[in-house]
């Protein structure tokens, strides 16, 4: 590790992250520029602490705004005919067969909440290198 630089973040808790983030701020603030220290430099050259690596927000264009327009569209269409599909019939769910739908959700939750916390878990203990 260079002399001033900051420590790799591979075994930190987000409390000391959170710390090191606010001291490169405050170095930033005492300095009075927006320049950062050289070891807190991105690959591009810009600062760590600049407001945007991907340059400056642009307004939508026709296109940005006729896309949402559709996703919204599809949106609406499928919320309707989920509701149409719904009623289309006067056919009720029996009680085993809410339990089952209940206890299908709930472990479907689960099972995909365990998988996401064994992909942290995986990078965090360095088996994803």
Request: hydrophobic fraction near 45%.
């Amino acid at each position: 590790m260079r002399e001033g630089g900051l420590k790799p973040v591979d075994n930190v808790t987000g409390r000391q992250l959170f710390r090191r983030l606010g001291k490169l701020y405050q170095y930033s603030r005492q300095c009075g520029s927006s320049e950062a220290p050289r070891s807190t430099r991105l690959a591009s050259g810009k600062a760590a602490n600049s407001r945007s690596v991907h340059g400056p927000k642009r307004p939508l264009t026709a296109g940005g705004w006729f896309i949402i327009v559709a996703l919204g569209a599809i949106l609406g269409a499928a919320i309707w005919f989920a509701f149409y599909g719904w009623n289309l019939t006067d056919a009720e769910i029996d009680t085993p067969g809410v339990i089952a739908l209940i206890l299908g959700v709930v472990l479907s939750i689960v099972l995909g909440g365990g998988l996401m916390a064994l992909v942290f878990w995986s990078n965090r203990k360095g088996y994803d290198r």
